[in-house]
């Protein structure tokens, strides 16, 4: 009797054993745990190309997160903006519609052409829209409003573009433009660029410390001064409607005055607003105006309109910087119709 409760025990055991092996058989027995996922890359700022957005009447835009909305039955627009910036420049441009509207989203939807360094980190892919936008609510609803994009200090030889959309008064936003913006010319110790809106010629004058001016007919001074963004020469129209004078590196500590000069209107009759931006050893300063076209001067050294005087304090001796190459050529027109 008891051999063969023992036996029984042993059955049902060895049973019991079976089951459990048959019941794990479908069950790994060391599960591999399950991938986390890489996070997904940090885009690039849009702060990091743009820095401000206004419209001419000095209404400011704010900037927001994420992405700007959606077309959604908008009015249609066109953007006349140049294809051309200078680092910490300012973008024109004139959005017009046949439809009223009262907000304005720009953004930058491609900035694959732009250095990782100025992006703060690296590229991530071919396609690289910045994180965030400026929205400008303007007072009243227009059809057509000139748009000042203040950029950041983007290297030279840079592409990148802007995009801009608006929306009605009932918050009803239309489809998108875009340009695509090629950055030319340098920063530096002190630079100084220019900007306008119209098919003109507008000049850039810079005195340094020494007396030396730069400007059309001088693109280089003793004090390493140098123009290396003319446009429009004599009304020889380029469509980059910008100049920019820079000292590379250092530049020579004391005053610098800065004018504008009205060269020529060209067939222009009505207004062109102008940008000035100051670079002064890091600290942006910037400042609007605007030209008639009686006011076109076919100014040489001395001539233009005063912008600002600024002193520079962090730079070098002027005793101590060699002289730049020059850039280019004055036009021979130019200097012909000046005389």
């Not at 042993?10 to 027995?29: E, F, N, Q």
């Not at 745990?33 to 700022?45: F, G, I, Q, S």
């Not at 009015?75 to 439809?99: E, R, Y």
């Not at 409607?241 to 000292?247: G, S």
Request: glycine residues 10%; charged residues 10%; proline residues 8%.
């Amino acid at each position: 009797m008891r051999v063969n409760r023992c036996l029984r025990a042993l059955g049902v055991l060895t049973t019991a054993i079976i089951t459990i092996r048959c019941g794990s058989s479908g069950s790994p027995s060391n599960p591999s745990p399950t991938p986390t996922p890489p996070p997904a890359p940090t885009l690039p700022a849009v702060t990091t190309v743009i820095t401000g957005v206004q419209a001419s009447d000095g209404t400011q835009a704010t900037q927001q997160p994420g992405s700007p909305p959606a077309a959604n039955g908008g009015p249609t627009i066109t953007a006349t903006t140049s294809g051309t910036v200078i680092p910490n420049g300012t973008d024109l441009a004139q959005i017009q519609s046949t439809s009223q509207f009262q907000t304005v989203y720009v953004s930058v939807p491609n900035t694959s052409g732009i250095a990782p360094a100025d992006l703060g980190g690296a590229r991530f892919g071919a396609l690289d829209a910045a994180s965030g936008y400026f929205q400008l609510r303007l007072p009243a609803p227009v059809t057509s409003v000139l748009l000042l994009t203040n950029l950041a200090n983007v290297s030279s030889g840079s592409r990148f573009t802007l995009a801009y959309a608006v929306a009605n008064p009932a918050g009803l936003v239309g489809p998108t433009v875009t340009s695509t913006k090629s950055v030319s010319g340098q920063s530096g110790g002190v630079q100084v660029g220019l900007t306008w809106d119209t098919a003109s010629d507008v000049d850039l004058h810079v005195v340094d410390p020494q007396g030396s001016e730069v400007y059309w007919a001088n693109a280089t001074v003793m004090s390493g001064g140098a123009l290396d963004v003319d446009s429009n020469a004599a009304c020889a129209i380029d469509n980059k409607n910008n100049e920019n004078v820079r000292w590379s590196g250092a530049a020579p500590n004391g005053t610098y005055t800065v004018r504008v000069d009205y060269w020529s209107a060209c067939n222009v009759t009505g207004t062109t607003t102008y940008a000035v931006v100051v670079n002064n050893g890091g600290s942006i300063s910037r400042f609007t105006g605007t030209f008639s076209a009686n006011q076109a001067d076919q100014g040489t050294a001395g001539s233009g309109r005063p912008i600002t005087t600024f002193n520079h304090t962090t730079g070098v001796s002027t005793v101590s910087i060699p002289l730049v190459a020059p850039l280019f050529s004055p036009s021979p027109l130019k200097l012909q119709m000046s005389r």
